[in-house]
C-alpha cells in the first residue's frame, strides 16, 4: 500500500548513502524512525534485523509472513522475530511492496543460477560478513546470517509455487520507512548483483537516515 511520509529529511539525526556493493550496520534504538531511500530507482537494499539487546533474536520471514498472511511486505506490516516478537513496523511506504522469500546472492547462488565464472563476483553475503567482521562489538557470527528482506526488490511466486526474479518495481526517490519497536541492528547490504534485473543490472547507491 501506497503510503507518504511526514517526516522532512532536514529533521534526521543520521543519514548516510550506502555505495552499490558496500553495507550498512548501525543499531536504531526503540521509537526511532529508519527510512532506506532508492536513489536512482530499481536498487535492492538486503536487509537483516536483529535485536540489539539479544542479538540471537533476529527477523523471522517465516514467522511475519504466517501472522500477516501475505508474503509480500508492506504499509502497516510489522516485521516479527524468531521468538514471536515485533521488531518493526513499516509505517510508510512509496513503492508498495517488498520481497521477503528470495533470498540473498552468494558467490554459491551465483554459480548455480548463472555459470561457474560468477563464483567471484561480489555478493551481498560477502558484505554481511565484512560488516560483522568489521564491527564485533555488535556480536554477530557467521552464523547469524538468515532470514532476510528484500527491500525493493521484485519476486514475483508464480501460480505453481515458484519464484521468479523480474524488473524492479522501484524508481528514483522510493523509499519505505520503518519504526523501531525495540533496540534493533540493522544490516544492510545494497545488492551489486549484476545477473539478474533486480536492480536493472545497474547496481546504485541507496541513502539510509534515521529520525528519534
Known sequence: ???TSQLLEQDAIN????????YYLHVVKKGET???LDLEGNQAADTLFYNANKPSERYSATDTIREQGNVYL???TVLLSDECNPMLKIVADTCGRHDTVGGACSCESNTVRYSLDKKT???CR??????INEQPELGLSKKDIT???NFFMNVPVTNDGKLTFADGISGAG???ELEALMDCIVLISDCPQLNNPCNAYNPTPVEVLIWQ
Do not use: E, P
Not at 548516510?16 to 558496500?22: I, M, S, T, Y
Not at 560477502?126 to 560488516?131: G, M
Open 74 to 76: 508492506t504499509t502497516g
Open 15 to 22: 543519514r548516510q548513502v550506502v555505495d552499490a556493493g558496500d
Open 174 to 176: 522510493k523509499y519505505v
Open 126 to 131: 560477502d558484505s554481511w560478513l565484512l560488516a
Open 121 to 123: 563476483m561480489h555478493a
Open 34 to 36: 529508519i527510512r532506506i
Open 147 to 149: 532470514h532476510n528482506i
Open 1 to 3: 500500500m501506497i503510503t
